[in-house]
C-alpha cells in the first residue's frame, strides 16, 4: 500500500469512528427532544441516516448539489430564501453536505447561520439533523422508522430512487440496532461480516 493510500484510509477510519461518536453524543440530545409515545432509539436513528445517506462516512461526506434547490429547480422558484443563498454561496447553497445529507437551504431553515461547507463537517451537521427530526419528523407525527425515512428522503415517493429508500433505511436501522445491543462500533468494523451497503 503507497504512502498516500495510507493516508487517505486512514482518514477515513478515522472519520468513521469521529462519526460514530457524533451518533451517540447527539442521539442523547435527540433522546431529550423525542415524544414520549417514539420508541425508536436515538443513537440508532442518527447512525441510521448516516448509513443510508452516505455508506457511514465512506464517501468522505462529498457535497450533492441537489437540483429542486438550482436556478430553474421547484424550490428555486417557490422561495425568496433559496433564491437569496444561491446568490450568495451558489450551489454549495443547494448542496447537501456530510455524512446526514442535510441539504443547506433546509438547516438554514432550522437555524444555522454559518457558511454551507461548515455542515462538512459532521460535529457541525448533527445540530441540524437532531432539529430536522424532532421539528419535521416527531412534530408531524412520525412514529416509525418507515415515517422518520420518509419525513428525512422528503422526495417524491412515487419515484424509484425514494421507493428503494424505506427499506435501505429500515435494513441501517435493524443492523445499527444489533450494533448497539452487541457494543459494537456503528461503522461496522467489528460485526465480523461486510457492513451493508448503501
Known amino acids: 500500500m503507497s504512502e498516500s493510500t495510507e493516508l487517505v484510509s486512514r482518514n477515513a477510519r ?7 461518536s457524533v451518533c451517540r453524543d447527539f442521539g442523547q440530545s435527540l433522546d431529550v ?21 452516505s455508506t457511514f462516512g465512506r464517501d ?8 429542486a434547490y438550482r436556478p430553474d429547480g421547484i424550490y428555486y422558484r ?13 450551489d454549495a447553497a443547494a448542496s447537501s453536505w456530510s455524512s446526514f445529507q442535510i441539504l ?3 438547516a438554514w431553515e432550522l437555524g444555522f447561520r454559518g457558511e454551507p461547507w461548515k455542515l462538512y463537517d459532521d460535529r457541525i451537521a448533527v445540530a441540524p439533523v437532531v432539529s430536522y427530526i424532532s421539528e419535521r419528523a416527531y412534530q408531524r407525527n412520525a412514529r416509525t422508522v418507515e415515517e422518520v425515512a420518509r419525513t428525512y428522503n422528503g422526495g417524491n415517493p412515487a419515484a424509484e430512487a425514494v421507493a428503494g429508500y424505506v427499506p435501505r433505511f429500515v435494513g441501517h436501522y435493524q443492523d ?21 451497503t448503501a
Request: hydrophobic share 40%; aromatic share 6%; glycine share 10%.
Open 33 to 53: 427532544l423525542r415524544p414520549a409515545d417514539v420508541t425508536l432509539d436515538s443513537i440508532a436513528l442518527l447512525a441510521t441516516i448516516a448509513w443510508t445517506e
Open 78 to 90: 417557490r422561495s425568496a430564501t433559496v433564491r437569496d443563498l444561491h446568490n450568495t454561496y451558489g
Open 176 to 196: 445499527s440496532l444489533t450494533r448497539l445491543f452487541k457494543g459494537l462500533p456503528l461503522d461496522g468494523s467489528g460485526d465480523g461480516a461486510a457492513p451493508m
Open 60 to 67: 468522505g461526506g462529498q457535497s450533492r448539489v441537489e437540483r
Open 104 to 106: 443547506y437551504a433546509v
Open 14 to 20: 478515522a472519520r468513521r469512528f469521529a462519526l460514530d
